[in-house]
T-cell receptor
């Protein structure tokens, strides 16, 4: 299995809703990432988990809450989002430090009404 | 701080022709990785090609090759025999060797359109 999967593909939510994005990989990678991507822009790093521990939080608002239950699974919990949070949310994973290629999932298109 | 610059926001090429996408970067490090990622309209970001800075030989992957000029801090991507499926956003990216994971620095991207 050489892919990163993300669910759902599309999500529409109101500003008072609570929802979660899910990411899964079975490549044995021990680093996993969340990125936010606006249209026609490069991905912006949000969080990095290394060996299931949060290692990087790029000053992301607390309405985004990451979780890494195990080495294959990464969640992003969403609460009280704003319309400007509408974007494509990409998950990625990578092998150990010496081989830093990141493998990306297809993304979740999030719309906040 | 490292930066990556892609000076061509959009490019187009006729099918079967060759196109070169430019990328320059700025760093004071001597060991690092460089990547070209492709993001088609279907959104999945995939790795096209990678280059380790300590390797003098330019990387090639089938129709894709790079011209890596370390002294000039330049890393261009050449696509030969362009195909309609090459239509995508192309992002150049930089990462320090042995740096903290997640430190993948992207350029702003070049939108490539391959015309029949």
């Amino acid at each position: 299995d050489t892919e990163v999967t993300q669910t759902p593909k599309h999500l529409v939510m109101g500003m008072t809703n609570k929802k979660s994005l899910k990411c899964e990989q079975h490549m044995g990678h021990r680093a996993m990432y969340w990125y936010k991507q606006k249209a026609k822009k490069p991905p912006e790093l949000m969080f990095v988990y290394s060996y299931e521990k949060l290692s990087i939080n790029e000053s992301v608002p607390s309405r985004f809450s990451p979780e890494c239950p195990n080495s294959s699974l990464l969640n992003l919990h969403l609460h009280a989002l704003q319309p400007e949070d509408s974007a494509l949310y990409l998950c990625a994973s990578s092998p150990p430090l010496e081989d830093n290629e990141q493998f990306f999932g297809p993304g979740t298109r999030l719309t906040v009404l | 701080a490292q930066t990556v610059t892609q000076s061509q926001p959009e490019m187009s090429v006729q099918e079967a022709e060759t196109v070169t996408l430019s990328c320059t970067y700025d760093t004071s490090e001597s060991n690092y990785y460089l990547f070209w990622y492709k993001q088609p309209p279907s959104r999945q970001m995939i790795l096209v090609i990678r280059q380790e800075a300590y390797k003098q030989q330019n990387a090639t992957e089938n129709r894709f090759s790079v011209n890596f000029q370390k002294a000039a801090k330049s890393f261009s991507l050449k696509i030969s025999d362009s195909q309609l499926g090459d239509t995508a956003m192309y992002f150049c990216a930089f990462m320090n060797y042995g740096g903290s994971q997640g430190n993948l620095i992207f350029g702003k991207g070049t939108k490539l359109s391959v015309k029949p």
